[in-house]
T-cell receptor, first 113, second 115 residues
Framework: ETGVTQSPTHLIKTRGQQVTLRCSSQSGHNTVSWYQQALGQGPQFIFQ???????GRGNFPPRFSGLQFPNYSSELNVNALELDDSALYLC????????????FGSGTRLTVV | AQSVTQLDSQVPVFEEAPVELRCNYSSSVSVYLFWYVQYPNQGLQLLLK??????LVKGINGFEAEFNKSQTSFHLRKPSVHISDTAEYFCAVSDLVNNTGKLIFGQGTTLQVKP
């Protein structure tokens, strides 16, 4: 049973650019959530996808968007990057909507310069 | 809105000593509660969770936590810590009201185990 894998592990982007982060969910999991973890802070919920539809969204602007594919993998897209977007982005998958049995990936460290 | 407060940002402790990491949450409705551990440059690993039933929850690596509804607390304990327990610990609560699957995390507590 494979866990949650995220790519890339590290990324450096310039302010104003766009970025796409990828996540492969654990086998048997159909729900994916994304979190942003700024340095020294707890993770903040960005959004969740269940069966390819957005199921819930945190307090993030529309330039944060996502997709979930038929195989339940997911992408997080961030447009018009700002310096404050520098953070660790964590993906978590679970067996179903409302099921809190999350498995987290190791994250993508995004640095915006 | 729900919130989670971890009362200590850093907890230094000597090896083999007991430790308690404190967590309070603000909610008047039923919640699920979690403790996660994060080692440097890694993701989150679930230590234990409370969904229902017994208020004393046992987790991995010898950790346990007690759910106290009247005090809205979910403190994490370990009777004897090891150097390898040095890490960041996060308490989290579910958002069952909106059922978004959202977890609300505290700011984290750094456990530093000294030899």
């Amino acid at each position: 049973e494979t866990g949650v894998t995220q790519s890339p592990t590290h990324l450096i982007k310039t302010r104003g650019q766009q970025v796409t982060l990828r996540c492969s969910s654990q086998s048997g999991h159909n729900t994916v959530s994304w979190y942003q973890q700024a340095l020294g802070q707890g993770p903040q919920f960005i959004f969740q996808y269940y069966r390819e539809e957005e199921n819930g969204r945190g307090n993030f602007p529309p330039r944060f968007s996502g997709l979930q594919f038929p195989n339940y993998s997911s992408e997080l897209n961030v447009n018009a990057l700002e310096l404050d977007d520098s953070a660790l982005y964590l993906c978590a998958s679970s067996p179903g909507r409302g099921n809190y049995g999350y498995t987290f990936g190791s994250g993508t460290r995004l640095t915006v310069v | 809105a729900q919130s989670v407060t971890q009362l200590d940002s850093q907890v230094p402790v000597f090896e083999e000593a007991p430790v308690e990491l404190r967590c309070n949450y603000s909610s008047s409705v039923s919640v699920y509660l979690f403790w996660y551990v994060q080692y440097p440059n890694q993701g989150l690993q679930l230590l234990l969770k409370y969904l229902s039933g017994s208020t004393l929850v046992k987790g991995i690596n010898g950790f346990e936590a007690e759910f106290n509804k009247s005090q809205t607390s979910f403190h994490l304990r370990k009777p004897s810590v090891h150097i390898s327990d040095t890490a960041e610990y996060f308490c989290a609560v579910s958002d069952l009201v909106n059922n978004t699957g959202k977890l609300i995390f505290g700011q984290g507590t750094t456990l530093q185990v000294k030899p």
